[in-house]
């Protein structure tokens, strides 16, 4: 009995040493898959964060919005129209992950400069109302974190949004049943809606030259083209203290110039747009534009009483 125990123990420890390597071998290989999943899933990392000057810190965090009244002519249905626009900056802190503005401080948050631009007038008998919201880090080291649109007219009314994830998430909501709900991923291109906080932040960085780039929301809401980057020419100029940045989008035969100061804090005076009103063989080619009224510094918020009704008039609305 103690020669079989005696010569069956070489054979126990070998097999035990082989299920010990065995398992080593397997935890091995475990962590590596495990550190490749991390890898894998690994964010993607931001661009430094550029620096922000004293101006711009005076300026932008004041306790104040920057608030801009323009007349405005809007090209519809092959006509002119006559209304007015709002475009309103303000900066606040932004959550990165849900994707609101936060509701107190906190060391996740992002400052942002929002841009909330306002569009209101007539088309015969009924109106228009137009609202998109931007939100852009102040630090300049991405893309838009958030853009969103509404548009109501007495046909109906529609909402989109671009959520800045892994790749751009697009929503939309529309009446038309072509449009209906959508639910869309795109690939991370340019956003034109982020232009207009770009310009407020650092105009130097604009891109430049032949590029792809994703119209805006409402252009692509109101004309019903598809949301994607189109191939866009892009320039910036400068003559007597006025800068002009134009997008002209061959494809779309539209072009959008927006025209600022070049000194900070780069107050945008008016822009023009170019593109095909009208639908089928009638369409044809007008300029839509706006041009400052007045502007004002204030926390609007607040002022939300009766008596503040009066300051519409500071702005000329």
């Not at 002022?303 to 009704?309: G, K």
Request: charged content about 25%; proline content about 4%.
């Amino acid at each position: 009995m103690k020669n079989q125990v005696s010569k069956g123990l070489p054979l126990f420890f070998l097999l035990f040493g082989v299920i010990i390597l065995g398992c080593k071998e397997q935890t091995a290989d475990s962590k590596n898959m495990d550190l490749a999943l991390n890898d894998m899933a690994a964010p993607i990392k931001e661009s430094p964060k550029k620096s922000l000057s004293t101006d711009f810190k005076e300026y932008w965090y004041a306790g104040s919005a920057e608030i801009t009244s323009y007349k405005l002519q809007q090209a519809r249905y092959g006509e002119l129209r006559d209304g007015n626009s709002v475009l309103i900056f303000v900066t606040e802190p932004f959550l990165p992950e849900k994707q609101v503005k936060a509701d107190r401080g906190g060391k996740d948050n992002v400052s942002v400069l929002k841009l909330n631009a306002t569009k209101n007038y007539l088309t015969g008998i009924y109106p228009y109302s137009v609202m998109s919201s931007t939100f852009y880090p102040v630090h300049d080291n991405q893309h838009a974190i958030k853009t969103s649109l509404s548009v109501q007219e007495w046909c109906g009314h529609v909402y989109s949004q671009i959520n800045n994830r892994d790749n751009f998430e697009f929503t939309s909501h529309s009446y038309f049943e072509s449009e209906a709900d959508q639910n869309i991923s795109l690939d991370k291109d340019l956003l034109e809606n982020e232009i207009w906080t770009k310009i407020r932040i650092n105009p130097a960085d604009l891109p430049k030259g032949n590029l792809k780039m994703i119209p805006s929301l409402e252009f692509v809401r109101l004309r019903h083209k598809e949301l994607k980057a189109y191939n866009a020419i892009a320039t910036l100029t400068t003559s007597e203290g006025i800068s002009s940045y134009s997008i002209h989008y061959p494809e779309l035969e539209r072009t959008l110039s927006i025209n600022f100061t070049s000194q900070f804090p780069h107050s945008i005076e008016s822009w023009t747009e170019d593109f095909k009103s009208g639908f089928g063989p009638k369409a044809k080619i007008l300029t839509t534009t706006a041009t400052k009224l007045k502007s004002l510094k204030t926390p609007y918020w607040g002022q939300n009483s009766v008596n503040d009704v009066v300051l519409r008039d500071s702005l000329g609305l």
